[in-house]
């Protein structure tokens, strides 16, 4: 598996950083790097470039000797991500609306056929075939800066999804947030920026990362 990457490092950040945002490593897990390389069967050198390529994304962090710890879900941060994704998204959707092109209609419309919604216990495929579908509408926008950023909020944001799951969702639930993705999809291929943005908007709040601000306390300003 190790010699698909390009290098040993790119392969343990792969690795260890799936295993996180799946929650396979949970918030709080001490992460031993010697253990953890001869799991992987690479050196520790790579490891140690791998986690730190982790620690700047703020999944782990470092102690001073062999460990790593996987970082705490925080109600704040979970805020923050809600309400860029809040501002954002829907801006991104306005935006595919005016300026996507034949390509981007095809990619939206194959990322929409291989998209379910969210089961309670979602595997790597899962998570990137959602992910999938929403970074093909924003990648319509065309505008680089915006796709930057929320390609950089949907780093993130994974690991607060698995949060909005807890306690699952029901099937009334699951249709609506299908019937959603397609009314986006379909504004923003009739070119409707306006109702395009409108649904966004209200699928962000119902959404999973909304879930996971209620559930963790962080709905309110900071004190």
Same mark, same amino acid.
């Given at each position: ?9 790119d392969f343990a950040y ?55 710890r996987v970082t705490a ?40 056929? /291989? &998209?379910?919604? =969210?089961?309670?216990?979602? *595997? ?7 992910? !999938?579908? %929403? +970074? $093909? @509408? ?22 607060? /999804? &698995?949060?909005? =799951?807890?306690?699952?969702? *029901? ?7 299908? !019937?959603? %993705? +397609? $009314? @986006? ?39």
């Amino acid at each position: 598996m190790a010699d698909t990457y390009p290098t040993k490092s790119d392969f343990a950040y792969a690795l260890v950083r799936d295993k996180i945002l799946t929650n396979e490593y949970g918030p709080g897990a001490v992460l031993n790097q010697t253990a953890l390389a001869r799991e992987l069967k690479i050196s520790t050198t790579p490891l140690r470039e791998a986690l730190r390529r982790l620690k700047s994304e703020g999944l782990v962090e470092l102690d001073a000797h062999r460990d790593a710890r996987v970082t705490a879900l925080s109600p704040e941060e979970a805020r923050d991500l809600l309400e860029m994704r809040r501002a954002l998204d829907p801006l991104a959707a306005a935006l595919a609306s005016e300026r996507r092109a034949r390509s981007d209609i095809a990619a939206m419309r194959a990322a929409f056929d /291989r &998209l379910d919604p =969210l089961p309670d216990r979602p *595997d790597r495929a899962d998570l990137v075939a959602h992910r !999938a579908f %929403h +970074r $093909a @509408i924003y990648t319509a926008s065309h505008n680089d800066v915006l796709i930057t950023t929320l390609d950089g909020l949907w780093e993130k944001a994974d690991r607060y /999804r &698995l949060v909005g =799951l807890r306690g699952g969702r *029901d099937q009334p639930e699951r249709d609506e947030t299908a !019937a959603e %993705h +397609r $009314a @986006i999809l379909e504004a923003v291929i009739a070119g409707d920026g306006e109702l395009a943005a409108k649904v966004m908007r209200e699928h962000i709040g119902g959404s999973l990362g909304a879930k996971a601000v209620s559930r963790l306390g962080g709905s309110g300003p900071r004190g």
